[in-house]
């Protein structure tokens, strides 16, 4: 006798026990971990783009908190900062970059047209941050480096009156609750039948298409403080 439809039921067989444990384990069982009570802590930052991350992350289990202002952070005891725009990356998320040497994990997720920019959750000094992430897609973007500055420092123009509509802003606010989690769980992601490799969540920028719901997954690391 094999499963039920909530993998509880088992027949008699030495061999099934650790059957059953191995499917757990490679996640076919449903069986999802807990947010870490430590951990909880959560200060959502941005514009209307945060209010659908708050609810993602009380439904996950976190315990999340609307910033107003960056100077918010201080007033709180967090275990990690999630910035979103609905437009590029504002110039100011710069100034957060340290979080991550005082203890506090530092997310950003950022609007550029029909695309969602999901920067990896930085967790500890070293880790890559908005700084690091900025610099590397200068360099990648070659002799058009001026014309992404420009881009990025019309973040007001760029954002415009447009704002993704409902179903968007759930698929954005749950991809940015998954990748809160997996920082306060501390797990990799399973490979296996169904999951094929995946670039380690520390190291990659999750770029999100609304209009075809692709995600693709691109590696970055942190830019030595001795580069240009």
């Known amino acids: 006798m094999g499963p039920n439809v909530n993998g509880s039921t088992w027949g008699a067989g030495p061999a099934e026990p650790s059957a059953l444990t191995a499917f757990a384990a490679a996640g076919y069982l449903g069986r999802r971990r807990h947010w870490p009570e430590e951990l909880a802590r ?3 930052l941005g514009d209307h783009l945060a209010l659908p991350v708050l609810d993602a992350l009380d439904i996950f289990g976190a315990r999340p908190l609307l910033l107003r202002k960056p100077s918010e952070v201080d007033n709180y005891e967090l275990a990690a900062v999630c910035a ?18 005082r203890g506090i994990a530092w997310q950003r ?6 695309h969602v920019v999901l920067e990896p959750v930085a967790g500890r000094a070293g880790d890559v941050r908005h700084g690091d992430v900025r610099r590397r897609r200068l360099a990648a973007a070659g002799s058009g480096h001026r014309h992404l500055t420009a881009y990025w420092s019309g973040h007001d123009a760029m954002t415009g009156d447009e ?16 990748d809160l989690r997996t920082w306060a769980l501390g797990h990799m992601p ?13 190291r990659r920028v999750r ?20 580069a240009p």
Request: hydrophobic fraction near 40%.
């Open 42 to 44: 959560i200060g959502v």
């Open 190 to 202: 399973r490979g296996g039948s169904l999951t094929p490799g995946a670039v380690p969540p520390p």
């Open 207 to 226: 770029i999100l298409d609304l209009d075809s719901g692709a995600i693709s997954d691109h590696p970055v690391l942190p830019v030595p403080p001795c």
């Open 84 to 101: 979103v725009a609905n437009g590029p990356a504002p110039e100011h998320w710069l100034d957060l970059d340290h979080l991550p040497g």
């Open 109 to 114: 997720v950022s609007r550029e047209g029909r």
């Open 163 to 178: 704002r993704p509509d409902p179903a968007e802003q759930a698929l954005i606010a749950h991809l940015t609750a998954l």
